[in-house]
């Protein structure tokens, strides 16, 4: 290393000891004005851990002043920024509720829908999130129709409730592998697809799921009682016909084929 390198490094690291130092002691400090102009200094430099930590103390003695505003919609998107988005929906949700016509009244919905969004899990997991975001999502579009984020805030509801049709999927999917285990899993498998395609009539998963109506259907006719077959297999039938007419070139088209062959036979015996 250079003799210039070495002086550049060592002003480097004695600068940012300062820096730290000059944090640690604002932390400390009871000057709130100091800490809250240090905050917005620090947010502005992008150090949101420093703003989120000069400023959650200071919003509730801040309350009812004129910075009261602008300290909670920092700490929102400092957290936001931080990736923790519980925190940040509370404070974003505090704030528009506080601040109906506040100057950024409009982001604090915006975020709190997509902080929601970004804290949704994978399907398989508890959707409270996924919930929330599309509420929120939808409140936005409501109180702001015409803002320049509404095509992105549609686009993102579609996308959460895909997430959640397929979740549907995955539960109707499990009904049917369980089979007659402990009960008539067929019958569930059923109802759970059927709700889903009501609550999602345009989801990519509606084949998927009209599908297992029938595969269900057809399960629940083959093991049934002698006598309940013939009129369980005109249930399989219908729904032979409801799925081939809503998809003519379905992908299951051909074991769609092979279960009416069967039915037919049981009908017309």
Same mark, same amino acid.
């Given at each position: 290393m250079s003799k210039i390198a070495k002086i550049l490094s060592v002003v480097a690291i004695c600068f940012v000891v300062a820096s730290c130092n000059e944090y640690n002691k604002l932390l400390k400090s009871t000057d709130y004005e100091l800490r809250y102009e240090y905050a917005k200094i620090y =947010?502005?430099?992008? %150090?949101?851990?420093?703003?989120?930590?000069?400023? *959650?103390?200071?919003?509730?003695?801040? %309350?009812?002043?004129?910075?009261?505003?602008?300290?909670?919609?920092?700490?929102?998107?400092?957290? =936001?920024?931080? %990736?923790?988005?519980?925190?940040?929906?509370?404070? =974003?949700?505090?704030?528009?509720?506080?601040?109906?016509?506040?100057?950024?009244?409009?982001?604090?919905?915006?975020?709190?829908?997509?902080?929601?969004s970004k804290a949704s899990p994978e399907p398989k997991l508890d959707q409270t999130d996924t919930y929330k975001a599309i509420d929120e999502l939808k409140d936005f579009l409501d109180y702001y129709p015409k803002s320049d984020k509404a095509e992105e805030v549609q686009n993102l509801i579609v996308e959460l409730q895909e997430k959640l049709a397929e979740k549907e999927l995955l539960t109707v999917k499990l009904y049917y592998d369980l089979g007659d285990y402990r009960g008539n899993n067929?019958?569930?498998?059923?109802?759970?697809?059927?709700?889903?395609?009501?609550?999602?009539?345009?989801?990519?998963? *509606?084949?998927?799921?009209?599908?297992?109506?029938?595969?269900?259907?057809?399960?629940?006719?083959?093991?049934?009682?002698?006598? *309940? %077959?013939?009129?369980? =297999?005109?249930?399989?039938?219908?729904?032979?016909?409801n799925y081939t007419n809503e998809f003519p070139e379905g992908k299951y088209l051909k074991e769609a084929d092979r279960i009416l062959k069967t039915a037919q036979k049981y009908v017309n015996d």
């Open positions: =947010f502005e430099q992008g %150090k949101y851990a420093r703003t989120y930590n000069l400023l *959650k103390d200071v919003i509730t003695l801040y %309350k009812g002043t004129d910075k009261a505003e602008e300290s909670l919609y920092l700490l929102a998107r400092s957290a =936001f920024m931080q %990736k923790d988005y519980t925190a940040s929906g509370a404070y =974003f949700e505090a704030y528009y509720r506080n601040y109906p016509r506040g100057e950024y009244t409009e982001l604090a919905r915006y975020y709190t829908g997509i902080g929601y067929y019958q569930s498998a059923i109802i759970t697809a059927n709700n889903a395609i009501m609550d999602y009539p345009y989801t990519k998963y *509606k084949e998927d799921l009209v599908m297992y109506i029938l595969r269900s259907r057809y399960q629940e006719a083959q093991q049934s009682v002698l006598e *309940k %077959k013939k009129e369980r =297999f005109r249930g399989v039938i219908d729904e032979y016909y």
